[in-house]
């Protein structure tokens, strides 16, 4: 029987022979996650190293669509920057907008039927383990990007919703240091969404008083 002792040497030493890399990606995706609350475009930067990081690590234990993803995300930096910097009507960055309930649960819905198609293709063509919760968590997140990149209000409660399932993915693959990082992505979207609620309303209020002043 495994004793107590034994099971946090397993844990440690999992954790261990991640830790140099892993270690950087974390605080390089806690500064692009800290940049994005307050809509810093610089936050596109450090996320850019983080995913090449995050890439070649998923790569090495058959996460095939996390290292998928995190290619595309390394595209999205790119993308985002140019967006918050020069996109939107003046050419001054994209504005934040919030969507219906109807437009989100009809997004929900089509971006879970892909997710299934694909986790079955994944679990019986490939050696991917998780295939389903890798590929939901995937496509979600492929979804989340755009909202963020759009600067839809919205975007950090899909991502609540996803860190806590890649908390649970990464802990089955030892990734210690990730699965700590996406806890503490959950408040820290928690938080985000709360104060990008706060400059939306209050950004909302001020053209509803140009308006009536005009």
Not at 25 to 30: C, F, R, S
Not at 116 to 126: A, E, H, N, V
Not at 152 to 157: D, G, P, R, S, T
Not at 206 to 214: D, H, N, P, T
Request: proline content about 0%; aromatic content about 14%.
């Amino acid at each position: 029987m495994t004793t107590v002792s034994e099971l946090l040497q397993g844990l440690w030493a999992e954790t261990h022979a991640l830790t140099g890399w892993e270690a950087l990606a974390v605080v390089l995706a806690i500064a692009y996650l800290l940049l994005a609350m307050r809509q810093n475009q610089w936050c596109w930067a450090a996320a850019a190293v983080s995913t090449i990081i995050y890439t070649a690590l998923f790569w090495q234990v058959a996460l095939l669509m996390e290292s998928a993803l995190n290619l595309f995300y390394l595209v999205m930096a790119g993308v985002g920057f140019w967006q918050w910097r020069y996109g939107g009507g003046q050419g001054q960055g994209v504005a934040m907008v919030s969507w219906s309930w109807q437009r989100h649960l009809g997004l929900i819905a089509v971006t879970a039927l892909v997710a299934l198609g694909l986790g079955y293709l994944m679990d019986t063509r490939t050696h991917a383990e998780l295939a389903y919760l890798d590929a939901m968590t995937t496509c979600f997140a492929v979804v989340t990007t755009y909202l963020l990149v759009k600067k839809v209000l919205e975007n950090w409660i899909y991502w609540v919703v996803i860190d806590l399932a890649s908390i649970y993915l990464y802990l089955q693959k030892g990734f210690m240091l990730s699965s700590g990082l996406y806890l503490l992505y959950v408040g820290m979207a928690t938080v985000a969404y709360l104060r990008w609620r706060q400059e939306y309303r209050q950004s909302a209020s001020y053209a509803e008083v140009r308006l009536a002043g005009s």
